[in-house]
């Protein structure tokens, strides 16, 4: 299963950004979808995440900023990022896990997409 993330840029401070990521392949089912970031010198981070019956979870740095949302039918997440600031600069990653399937056989799955480069200046 690849996943296919767009949607970077740069923004100024205070400004919005939408990013999208969808999953292509022989997908059965995709239990969690969800964005990470890593900014230079620290670590990946999750950022938010989706379940396919849409229970959320923020990192507490982007909670009443940032709207995570999917579409089951699109195999598809959004993310929704307004009044950005500076240290929301990173490379996004999507991410998702579930399971593919060929034939009558289904197979647990987890994968990344390339990442998207989120630039907020001040």
């Known amino acids: 299963v690849q996943l296919q993330a767009s949607g970077g840029g740069l923004v100024q401070l205070g400004g919005s950004l939408r990013l999208s990521c969808a999953a292509f392949g022989n997908i059965y089912s995709i239990n969690v979808m969800g964005w990470y970031r890593q900014a230079p010198g620290k670590q990946r981070e999750l950022v938010a995440e989706v379940t396919s019956g849409g229970s959320t979870n923020y990192a507490d740095s982007v909670k009443d900023r940032f709207t995570i949302s999917r579409d089951n039918a699109k195999n598809t997440v959004y993310l929704q990022m307004n009044s950005l600031k500076p240290e929301d600069t990173a490379v996004y990653y999507c991410?998702?896990?579930?399971?593919?399937?060929?034939?009558?056989?289904?197979?647990?799955?987890?994968?990344w997409g390339q990442g998207t480069q989120v630039t907020v200046s001040s």
């Open positions: 991410n998702a896990n579930g399971y593919y399937g060929l034939g009558f056989v289904q197979r647990p799955f987890g994968s």
